[in-house]
């Protein structure tokens, strides 16, 4: 696909790259391609990063109909530039979009556009430690009618944002609440999607946490409120007497990309892994009697967390002795030795931008 491309005549200073946090700084341009049912995609474009306007009837302002991904490009020691597993990505917005009646985009528009949009913005990719150039494509009905239908006209839009850790904890442990009010996706759902809808109900829980003073929500199923399905930005991975067990799949987990190359990484390494139904009172029992031997995250903006502590019902449960454990260490440092271009790549991960 052809991109037409207009470079920003007026630059931002850069931010500090020691202090990043995640999501608060944008990198000059960003790429639009729109889509509607007569023309399918069509006028790729880079253009300097600014508003997006639309009509007040879009169908996103009414009706959610949106969808995302996330993934990150790094700065490699040889000094290439490349992405992890965007092919992935792409793979997925597409399963997301089937969910919403939303159009497929071509798997190899989504990744040679992505790589186009970096290469202009190279010198936004962040070099320094815990960095990295997070990429934020989204999907979404601007079209403008308030009937509840499915709509003709829809924009792939993507946008670069240099970050740091996700959470201010960085590789510390996080302390984790387990919610059993609020559900965060049923059976037969949107749970499996990326899409913002399923972030905006999460909010709730999420505030609760934190004024209680824990870092996220651990989510249960939403039907009998027993199953633990995922953390409110991340997989969940569990290593109870020597094995590590993850929630299996289902219409109401997303399929994280990095939970998939931890479980691979994990077998590589000569461990079981189980994915399988996990239930919350057999959580509690292996965090009482000393079986759970340690818990982590999983995902493209948290990359591995340690949890630390869990609330259960109200009682607080230290995972060990509240430390980073063995696995999550390794996990962290393999992956990201991938991602930077520290370790070799036998699984073909990466892939170079331009
Ligand atoms: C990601 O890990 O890429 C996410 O999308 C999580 C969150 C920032 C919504």
């Not at 889509?35 to 879009?58: E, F, H, N, Q």
């Not at 793979?91 to 071509?106: D, E, Q, T």
């Not at 993507?158 to 387990?178: H, T």
């Amino acid at each position: 696909m052809d991109i037409q491309i207009t470079k920003n005549t007026n630059p931002k200073a850069k931010p500090d790259w020691s202090n990043l946090g995640f999501g608060n700084f944008f990198s000059d341009h960003m790429l639009i391609i729109d889509y509607t049912t007569d023309k399918g995609w069509y006028d790729a474009r880079i253009v300097p990063y600014g508003p997006l306007s639309m009509d007040p009837s879009a169908g996103v302002l009414h009706y959610a109909i949106e969808i995302f991904e996330g993934l990150k490009a790094y700065t490699c020691p040889d000094g290439k530039v490349r992405m992890f597993r965007p092919h992935s990505n792409a793979a997925r917005m597409n399963r997301s979009a089937a969910r919403f009646c939303m159009p497929a985009l071509p798997e190899d528009v989504f990744v040679d556009s992505i790589r186009r949009l970096i290469d202009v913005d190279r010198d936004w990719i962040p070099r320094e430690d815990d960095t990295s150039l997070y990429i934020r494509p989204f999907m979404y009905s601007d079209q403008s009618n308030v009937g509840v239908r499915i709509p003709d006209s829809y924009r792939f839009v993507v946008i670069l944002s240099p970050v740091g850790a996700y959470y201010p904890e960085g590789l510390n442990p996080v302390k984790i609440y387990v919610e059993d009010e609020y559900v965060r996706a049923s059976k037969g759902g949107t749970g499996f999607t990326k899409c913002g809808g399923n972030y905006a109900a999460s909010l709730i829980a999420q505030k609760k946490a934190k004024d209680m003073g824990f870092t996220q929500v651990l989510w249960l199923d939403g039907v009998e409120r027993k199953y633990i399905e995922e953390v409110g930005t991340m997989n969940v991975m569990f290593k109870i007497k020597g094995e590590i067990v993850t929630p299996e799949l289902g219409d109401s987990i997303l399929p994280g990309v990095t939970r998939e190359s931890c479980i691979q990484l994990l077998r590589s390494w000569g461990l079981s892994v189980t994915e399988r139904k996990l239930s919350i009172d057999e959580l509690y029992e292996a965090a009482r009697n000393g079986d759970l031997e340690e818990a982590f995250g999983t995902g493209t903006a948290a990359v591995i967390s340690p949890i630390g502590l869990f609330s259960i019902r109200g009682e607080k449960l230290q995972v060990q002795d509240g430390g980073i454990g063995a696995v999550s260490q390794r996990l962290y440092d393999t992956l990201t030795g991938i991602q930077w271009g520290k370790l070799p790549d036998p699984y073909g991960w990466t892939l170079e931008v331009g």
